[in-house]
């Protein structure tokens, strides 16, 4: 890749996003562990990423579009909704060590 980022960069960052919700009762994947081995034989969403490199369609989410060149990306639409609550509001404080 462009910036020396490899699909390995990638896994280990789903890894700890993954280890952080197998401690988080509110997440998706609370006590749901997932290894470095199965991150790395993950289906293939869209090279380079894979499976669990993906957001969850759950309560909030986020895109980041890889390309080579602006033109190919044509955004028909966005749209953002909120309660008026910040995530902090949201969570259990424990979580935080506060």
Same mark, same amino acid.
């Given at each position: 890749?462009?910036?020396?980022?490899?699909?390995? &960069?990638?896994?280990?960052?789903?890894?700890?996003?993954?280890? +952080?919700?197998?401690?988080?009762?509110?997440?998706?994947?609370?006590?749901?562990? $997932?290894?470095? #081995?199965?991150? %790395?034989? +993950?289906? $293939?969403?869209?090279?380079?990423? =894979?499976?669990?490199?993906? +957001? *969850? +369609?759950?309560?909030?989410?986020?895109?980041?579009? *890889?390309?080579?060149?602006?033109?190919? $990306?044509?955004? #028909?639409?966005?749209?953002?909704?909120?309660?008026? %609550?910040?995530?902090? &509001?949201?969570? &259990? =404080?424990?979580?935080?060590? $506060?």
């Amino acid at each position: 890749m462009k910036y020396g980022t490899t699909t390995d &960069d990638f896994a280990l960052v789903a890894l700890k996003n993954h280890d +952080s919700a197998f401690l988080n009762p509110k997440a998706r994947f609370y006590q749901k562990k $997932v290894t470095l #081995k199965e991150i %790395k034989r +993950s289906p $293939v969403v869209a090279s380079p990423l =894979r499976l669990f490199d993906c +957001s *969850l +369609s759950v309560n909030g989410g986020a895109a980041c579009i *890889l390309t080579k060149d602006r033109a190919d $990306v044509c955004i #028909k639409a966005s749209s953002l909704y909120t309660d008026g %609550k910040r995530p902090s &509001d949201l969570c &259990d =404080r424990n979580l935080a060590g $506060v």
